[in-house]
């Protein structure tokens, strides 16, 4: 007598998964990206300089990287459910933190170091590995598109809402709301699935020591990381220093709220379009392409006349580049070594992506108070993307042969 199995529930299937990983990006990334909508109220109200400012958020950035290991570990041993909770409480601590803090010191320990931690823990690398369990290899790079639009679309609702928050009541009361909507995170985490899943025997039999060894050792992964650096120091240098530059022209609060916003919009896009070019080209020749094509469109906003429309079409330019390389740097990482430790091993790029965040948040604030001016960090960004292009060429995407049954 046939036995029918029981159906999964609802809120365990595929598209729930799926749904509350997006979520959880969204709210996660979302509440991140505005933190240099602050940079200039919090430094005028304290009569902190924009160097103490950055630092507590390069600090942030560090931490935040150094701690994506420990969490993907976490979570790939115990499951995502309790490492993102406990993550969604420091987070809301760290914001919380901020706003009250009276000194730089208070601003670096929580701004910098449990904001980070806060954020390693509910970062988008342990959701997209929940998605990237419950989808096929077909499917994938796809649904790894998908995760990393929503924690875009995360920016594009956050952005102008944090602003108007700003402009209405202070930053204040905006950090204030911003910690308890990172708390939403608490519920959506525990959809996700609690066993750390595995890809067949030859995958469930490694440890994570024998894991972390294979991808230390393999040419590809190390090449991966160092062009993940890149990344980092383009990103987090705009997400802090953009509205400030944009003040600096002499534009108003609003254009650099609408020029963020336009980021994580057009981002949306890009992450989707990476997603499907991952599924059908070479994931590391458009990772180069996207390095060269931030190049390039940062080289044209530093030499054309600054003007408003000149603002906005880069920041559209640069969303649709924006995380697009995190759908094809995670895809490549599942691809090469499966989805059993692909959290831990996500996370090790990722802390090379945070280095670079350090140092690019650290440094527009540093070189702006030394030498009232920008340009020598938008121009460090455009001379590493051009290595970070000519990094990924070699990149091998073939899978590791213990995913082919064969002896390593």
């Known amino acids: 007598m046939s036995i029918t199995p029981a159906p999964t529930p609802l809120h365990r299937t595929a598209t729930a998964v799926i749904l509350a990983g997006c979520l959880i990006a969204l709210l996660g990334f979302g509440a991140r990206s505005v933190m240099g909508l602050f940079l200039d109220p919090m430094t005028v109200a304290n009569g902190w300089s924009r160097e103490t400012f950055g630092l507590a958020m390069a600090i942030q950035n560090l931490l935040w990287g150094a701690a994506v290991p420990i969490a993907g570990a976490l979570a790939d041993k115990f499951g995502p459910s309790r490492v993102l909770a406990l993550g969604a409480v420091l987070y809301a601590a760290g914001v919380y933190g901020m706003a009250v803090s009276e000194s730089g010191l208070a601003l670096h320990l929580f701004g910098g170091v449990l904001l980070g931690t806060g954020i390693a823990f509910t970062g988008f690398s342990i959701a997209l590995a929940s998605i990237a369990k419950v989808v096929g290899p077909q499917k994938r790079s796809m649904a790894l598109g998908l995760g990393t639009a929503a924690g875009s679309m995360g920016q594009v609702v956050f952005s102008p809402v944090t602003q108007a928050l700003i402009t209405s009541y202070g930053w204040y009361d905006s950090l204030l709301v911003l910690a308890v909507s990172v708390l939403l995170i608490i519920p959506l985490a525990f959809i996700l699935p609690r066993d750390p899943g595995g890809e067949g025997r030859a995958a469930a039999e490694q440890t994570m020591g024998a894991a972390l060894k294979e991808a230390m050792s393999h040419r590809s992964y190390r090449l991966l990381t160092a062009g993940f650096f890149v990344c980092g120091f383009q990103?987090?240098?705009?997400?802090?220093?953009?509205?400030?530059?944009?003040?600096?022209?002499?534009?108003?609060?609003?254009?650099?709220?609408?020029?963020?916003?336009?980021?994580?919009?057009?981002?949306?896009?890009?992450?989707?379009?990476?997603?499907?070019?991952?599924?059908?080209?070479?994931?590391?020749?458009?990772?180069?392409?996207?390095?060269?094509?931030?190049?390039?469109?940062?080289?044209?906003?530093?030499?054309?006349?600054?003007?408003?429309?000149?603002?906005?079409?880069?920041?559209?330019?640069?969303?649709?580049?924006?995380?697009?390389?995190?759908?094809?740097?995670?895809?490549?990482?599942?691809?090469?070594?499966?989805?059993?430790?692909?959290?831990?091993?996500?996370?090790?790029?990722?802390f090379s992506h945070q280095i670079g965040s350090f140092l690019g948040v650290w440094l527009g604030g540093l070189l702006y108070d030394q030498m009232g001016s920008y340009d020598p960090v938008w121009w460090m960004g455009i001379g590493l993307g051009v290595f970070a292009a000519i990094v990924h060429l070699p990149i091998s995407e073939k899978p590791v042969a213990r995913l082919s049954g064969k002896a390593a």
Not at 257 to 283: E, P
Not at 284 to 308: D, G, H, Q, V
């Open 235 to 350: 990103l987090a240098f705009i997400s802090v220093h953009f509205p400030a530059y944009i003040k600096d022209l002499g534009f108003s609060p609003a254009v650099g709220a609408a020029a963020m916003m336009l980021i994580g919009l057009f981002n949306i896009a890009g992450s989707f379009a990476a997603g499907w070019a991952g599924q059908r080209w070479r994931k590391a020749y458009s990772l180069s392409a996207i390095y060269i094509a931030r190049s390039i469109i940062t080289a044209i906003l530093m030499l054309a006349p600054k003007s408003e429309t000149l603002i906005l079409v880069y920041a559209a330019a640069t969303g649709l580049l924006w995380l697009s390389t995190v759908p094809l740097t995670s895809g490549l990482v599942a691809q090469i070594f499966g989805v059993r430790y692909m959290a831990t091993l996500f996370g090790i790029v990722f």
